[in-house]
């Protein structure tokens, strides 16, 4: 019985690639994160109060103050926690607070952190009590309480921990409680980046992923972003994925537009699920008002995910407002849309509810100048 000859990658004969798509190291491809404050770009007055910090912990050669940086996703958080340990030359540590369920968690990268050393936490807003309720002592007088046993032969152990800097990133500082929010001596807000500063970051990222793009390109991809630059790269990379793929290695305009229109993006940043939010809104609902419930039994979709995915850039970017009977379309949204507000009923601009009994005696008393309800 013949066999089948046994190929190996040896014997294949490797395909010359475009001169303009050569293939990138995985290292290569991921180094789109900034490496120190000074290459970032965007969030200048964070940066400016942060380089103080640390210029001035690094004169007086004492730990960086604790930092807590709060902000939607995808803003810098993550890149400012990993470039303070670069500026200040001490080791990173980093956890995540949805993994540190107990302080048994958190003992080990208390113990091992150095002397001015920096203990990062993602998610801080994730930690149990207990132990946010250990972090207090470790983080305000550098040392923790252990105890050893149980029962009445159980006994405390003081230990002492060498000063280090806490970094705490949080997407809800609101549910971090207010002891452990004190604790942090800088809190820094991140803000949404403009479009000049998107357009910057997709340039610089197209030079590191060694693609070509002309400005107009570049500027097209920072306008769809959402003013986040993670969203930046996001779109810059299936942009140059379609351009290696059709366009030879190229990202001009025209390819642009051409791929995110594959993917559904429009001119907003919106995508797919974005717009049939609105459309269910208008095409179902009339508009609104209407609870994020029924938009989410109608479209058969957690509610989680429209309050915490769709909703908050839609309300950024003012194409439905929240009031108290529920969501409702903007006259932005109707525009998107391509559809015509309805025309608000009544004497007042926008005014369609009810009146009450005394409307017209109320409108005939403020015109006359007279006492409201005056016996006649």
């Not at 956890?95 to 001015?116: I, R, V």
């Not at 642009?256 to 229109?261: F, G």
Request: glycine share 6%; net charge negative; aromatic share 6%.
């Amino acid at each position: 019985m013949s066999r089948e000859p046994i190929i190996s990658a040896d014997d294949v004969v490797a395909k010359s690639e475009p001169p303009l798509a050569s293939a990138l190291s995985r290292e290569e491809d991921f180094a789109l994160r900034p490496q120190r404050m000074e290459e970032m770009v965007g969030q200048r007055e964070v940066y400016e109060r942060l380089k103080i910090a640390v210029d001035a912990a690094r004169i007086r050669d004492e730990p960086l103050g604790h930092i807590l940086l709060d902000g939607p996703p995808g803003l810098g958080k993550t890149t400012f926690a990993m470039c303070i340990p670069r500026a200040l030359d001490v080791p990173l540590q980093i956890a995540s607070g949805a993994a540190l369920t107990a302080p048994k968690d958190l003992l080990p990268y208390l113990s091992n952190a150095e002397a001015g050393s920096v203990l990062f936490i993602d998610e801080i807003h994730r930690l149990p009590k207990a132990v946010e309720e250990f972090m207090y002592p470790a983080t305000e007088d550098f040392r923790i309480d252990i105890t050893l046993g149980e029962g009445i032969s159980a006994r405390t152990i003081n230990m002492k921990l060498r000063p280090f800097t806490l970094i705490g990133a949080t997407t809800r500082s609101g549910l971090l409680s207010a002891p452990l929010r004190d604790r942090f001596q800088v809190r820094e807000h991140l803000e949404f980046y403009s479009h000049a500063e998107l357009r910057e970051i997709v340039r610089r990222n197209a030079a590191k992923l060694r693609i070509e793009i002309e400005d107009d390109a570049s500027l097209k991809i920072a306008s769809c972003s959402r003013g986040t630059p993670r969203v930046a790269n996001n779109r810059l990379r299936w942009v140059r994925d379609y351009a290696t793929s059709r366009a030879g290695g190229r990202i001009t305009l025209a390819v642009a537009e051409e791929a995110l229109d594959m993917l559904s993006v429009d001119h907003l940043g919106l995508d797919g699920q974005d717009r049939k939010y609105l459309e269910t809104i208008l095409r179902v609902f009339h508009g609104g008002p209407v609870g994020v419930e029924a938009v989410a039994h109608t479209l058969n979709t957690a509610t989680d995910t429209l309050t915490d995915e769709v909703e908050p850039f839609l309300l950024r970017a003012e194409l439905v407002v929240r009031t108290p009977r529920g969501r409702k379309l903007t006259s932005a949204g109707y525009a998107h849309l391509g559809a015509t507000p309805p025309v608000a009923t009544g004497d007042s601009p926008g005014r369609d509810e009810p009146r009450g009994p005394h409307y017209e005696r109320l409108q005939e008393s403020a015109e006359a100048d007279l006492p409201l309800f005056e016996q006649d």
